[in-house]
């Protein structure tokens, strides 16, 4: 599109330089030599500064960005570039008095224009201005509002980012009020990643370019399926497709994680994010079963592993042999733990060898068990989600130090609640398959490049 624009631009160009060729030639042959060679350089340098202009147009509209998915839409290129002086910021000679606040807890909309100096009326009449002015309303805290006054100390201008998209600018000009919303350019691009574990994820992921914020989401897709606290081995590698977002072409921050790839232990795991009919989307694996399952493996935030599963391990305290009957995770006192799965609470209290501890019975028979809690969050009876936080690690009870013990029971018997085999999520119905295949399908070969490329790397 820009390029067909582009082109008929430059022929209009070209044909008016010609219409003007004979009254070029006509005034060259009336001027003495002399002034002739000056007048031909002037003609050149005015050619040559035309056609640079064109050629520097033709660049800026011609950059498409091929990876993005979600184009921008394309504008048609104005007749004439010039801008106003409205734009060049030039708005006459008055000077004004700019003022940024950002809102702090409990600071009320009311309270800032007070503190400006400026009539509740005029808030008043802002937030019921229109639609527009609304937005304004629901400011939050941490946000940024630009007053811009004049000498008087009147409001001439407010402006305020109402989402990363769209900024509402108020106008004020003798309390004759205008809004305009500024819709800012949006760009999706697609970046790619990938990286083998040597020392821990975190560091693998830095190595790939990958934030600690991406890093965890990219572990939370596959926190149904890999344990990240007690299961990571150097060697486990992974590939990730995802968004980074740019505002007016300017990198603002990281988006979802379109498909990703975890290769734990030998055993490689795929998924791919997918909106679904109700437009809310979640990861599925290539079978268009849904990655999120009943159970999460581990049920707390990353950290190291201080004992593996082992039905006959001498009790750090007793020191006698006893079955220890769940898993250790070692954590720093005020880890958050989760609910490993939708449940209700039949036990939260203490004793002296579980010190603080929790126990959820879950449908199908299944009960979980959390002690040593520095702290309990959750109370006997509650019910509660998959992820919600029921405690923080800590070191009560009969322990040497601080971790988590935990247990996962089926049918009255003590299972390793790492290599249980949990029941599978249900697949994508049979009418939606098609289309999950079709999108998926290009999305997960990429990734296998993407980890034959690395494969040929080393
Ligand atoms: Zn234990």
Do not use: C
């Amino acid at each position: 599109m820009p390029i067909k624009a582009q082109a008929i631009r430059k022929n209009s160009q070209t044909k008016k330089l010609s219409i003007q060729y004979p009254q070029i030639k006509n005034f060259l042959t009336s001027l003495t030599t002399p002034k002739k060679v000056l007048a031909v350089l002037a003609v050149l340098f005015v050619l040559y500064a035309i056609t640079d202009i064109i050629s520097v147009d033709a660049d800026a509209h011609t950059n498409i960005d091929f990876d993005s998915v979600r184009q921008s839409q394309m504008v048609p290129i104005p007749p004439t570039p010039l801008m106003s002086f409205a734009e060049s910021g030039l708005i006459g000679s008055e000077q004004f008095i700019n003022k940024v606040v950002t809102v702090k807890k409990g600071q009320t909309l009311s309270g800032i224009f007070t503190d400006l100096g400026l009539s509740q009326g005029l808030l008043l009449k802002i937030a019921h201005f229109n639609e527009d002015s609304k937005k304004l309303v629901k400011v939050m805290p941490g946000n940024d509002i630009s007053f811009t006054m004049n000498q008087a100390g009147d409001l001439v201008q407010l402006r305020y980012q109402s989402s990363p998209f769209e900024e509402l600018v108020i106008h004020n000009d003798m309390d004759q009020i205008s809004t305009e919303l500024i819709q800012h350019d949006q760009q999706i691009r697609l970046v790619s990643a990938e990286g083998t574990i040597q020392n821990s994820l975190f560091g693998a992921g830095k190595a790939a370019g990958l934030t600690d914020n991406m890093v965890m989401q990219l572990a939370n897709i596959f926190s149904w399926d890999i344990d990240f606290v007690l299961e990571i081995r150097s060697g486990d590698a992974f590939s990730v497709i995802y968004e980074k977002i740019y505002k007016d072409g300017e990198y603002l921050t990281d988006g979802k994680i379109l498909a990703a790839s975890f290769t734990n232990q030998g055993t490689k795991f795929e998924a791919v994010y997918y909106e679904h009919e109700d437009g809310e989307g979640s990861y599925y694996a290539a079978d268009g079963r849904a990655m999120k399952k009943a159970f999460l493996r581990a049920p707390l935030n990353f950290s190291y592993i201080s004992s593996n599963f082992n039905p006959k391990r001498l009790h750090p305290v007793t020191k006698r042999v006893k079955a220890h009957r769940g898993i250790d995770y070692s954590a720093p006192v005020g880890t958050p733990v989760y609910a490993a799965g939708n449940g209700r609470v039949t036990r939260s209290g203490y004793n002296k060898y579980n010190g603080n501890y929790v126990f959820i019975q879950h449908p199908n028979g299944i009960i979980t068990k959390y002690l040593h809690f520095s702290k309990r969050a959750v109370k006997k009876g509650q019910k509660v989600k998959q992820g919600q936080t029921i405690g923080y690690v800590g070191a009560t009870g009969m322990v040497t130090g601080a971790h988590l013990h935990y247990e996962f029971i089926y049918n009255g018997v003590h299972r390793n609640p790492r290599t249980v085999s949990l029941p599978k999520s249900k697949p994508l119905p049979d009418t939606v398959m098609p289309e999950f295949l079709t999108y998926s399908t290009p999305l997960l070969s990429r990734l296998s490049d993407l980890k034959e490329q690395l494969v040929a790397m080393n």
